[in-house]
């Protein structure tokens, strides 16, 4: 190949917006020279460099738009800390049929069960599947809403939540709000009924949401919202953190 076709070809790749081709194209080139693979295997091998990127470009795209607090993964969670955890269900679960089919999942159990991580560990694998995913803190999600209603832009706000194909809030329960900021709660989960899953993170049973959301009539609409189309994973095992400490405790004690 000449110098001025190579050029000319990867001009032509970057058109067509064939970005890590472009890049890996003299590489490949040469490689292909030494080896002597055929045409072929040239264009299987460029082509599944392009996906292999795009499909990372999306997931980093994807998991910064997430604004997870940590990075936790479904391979660093132990199993067996979870007894109770139905693993089949979990599958279901790290396979995104809960997103296709619009349901919730509420993660109810103590501090320190492993909520949190199950959520980021499911809300990375939406990620991993393209789904538009958003994780928040009940208590942030509805200071966002305060501030934005103060601004006039509360409409915008609760319009950008329903568009998420995932929304994660975690822990309900441990801060309760105001008033307005239990309806302003209320809309965004009502505007995202049965049009986007939502998983839900808290250490309260069902009987005692009405102490967060004050208002018992709200709380009932709301609880029937969300749990109308939702998976219950009670998280009845012991706090793995706690299980952590004693176990450091104990070895230092050795
Ligand atoms: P919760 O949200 O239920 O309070 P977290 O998800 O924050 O609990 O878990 C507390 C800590 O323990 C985190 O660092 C988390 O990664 C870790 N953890 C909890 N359960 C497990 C588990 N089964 N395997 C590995 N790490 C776990
Ligand atoms: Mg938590």
Known sequence: MTEATFMVLRANLKSLLLSSMAGELERHLRQAR????????????????ELQSRAENRLNRRV??????????????????????????????L???YIRERKNVIFLGHSGTGKTHLATALGTEACRNNYRTRFTSCYGLVNELIESREERSLQRLIQKYARYDLLILDELGYIPFSKEGAELLFQVLAERHEKGSVIITTNLGFADWTQIFGDPTMTAALLDR???RAHIINC??????????????RQQHQ
Do not use: V
């Open 34 to 49: 030494e080896s002597g693979i055929g045409y072929d295997e040239f264009l299987l091998e460029l082509t599944t460099l």
């Open 226 to 228: 969300l749990t109308h």
């Open 64 to 93: 910064r738009e997430a604004k997870f607090p940590l990075l936790k993964t479904m391979e660093t969670f132990d199993l067996s800390a979870a007894p109770e955890l139905d693993i089949r269900l979990l599958r279901e679960f």
């Open 236 to 249: 009845s095992w012991e706090s793995y953190r706690l299980k952590q400490s004693l176990k450091e405790r």
């Open 95 to 97: 396979g995104c049929g």
